[in-house]
């Protein structure tokens, strides 16, 4: 399939997906904003965790007993792990692969600092801003951006803003991710390698 032909029959789903993943980041940035400072980051990198983990779910073959591939006890569990394997699967590009890996990384250092932290401070500003630049060319940026500010200015949660001016941006940030991984998620069907292993056939390619 061509490019031409590839665009022709993504164009038909465009506004479904578009709208769902509006819907999707709403939820998830309002959600963001009943918490308070630390919480608001830990709380809104555990549910980018929840939404990679459907992602990956959604692409790979379902499990012939429980599911446990992804469970926090076992070595695809972390969210580093599920990053590094949704990357190697080709779902996410570079891009999204090292902003993911930078809010880790800012949820780390949230989780274990023992004084008062700050996004708009070093280093988590220095990690989050060419994450921030990418996803403001998102076209869910801009009206998310006014929902948020809309909410914060009814909300004495906005206090919270005015006291990390990086929450916004941080909350916008986790929004776009989430509301595209669980879109996509959505639209996605389990991959199917090219071939498979038996005992009795040997290896047989998949129709």
Do not use: C
């Amino acid at each position: 399939m061509n490019g031409a032909d590839s665009d022709a029959v993504l164009e038909p789903i465009l506004p479904d997906w578009i709208d769902a993943a509006a819907e999707e980041a709403r939820s998830v940035a309002l959600g963001m904003l009943r918490e308070r400072g630390r919480g608001a980051v830990l709380v809104g990198v555990a549910r980018l965790d929840t939404a990679l983990e459907v992602l990956l779910t959604a692409a790979l073959a379902p499990p012939r007993g429980s599911e446990t591939l992804l469970h926090a006890d076992r070595p695809l569990g972390s969210l580093g792990a599920k990053i590094a394997l949704a990357a190697r699967l080709g779902l996410i590009d570079a891009a999204v692969e090292q902003s993911l890996h930078n809010l880790r990384r800012v949820r780390n250092g949230f989780a274990h600092s023992t004084t008062p932290v700050r996004l708009a401070d070093p280093p988590y500003s220095d990690r989050l801003r060419d994450s921030v630049t990418k996803a403001r060319l998102n076209p869910l940026w801009q009206p998310m951006q006014v929902i948020l500010e809309q909410h914060m200015a009814e909300q004495t949660s906005s206090r919270d803003v005015e006291e990390d001016p990086g929450l916004q941006s941080f909350v916008l940030l986790i929004t776009i991710l989430v509301a595209f991984l669980e879109t996509a998620a959505r639209l996605l069907s389990p991959i199917r390698p090219s071939l498979s292993l038996s005992f009795e056939e040997g290896i047989n390619r998949t129709p």
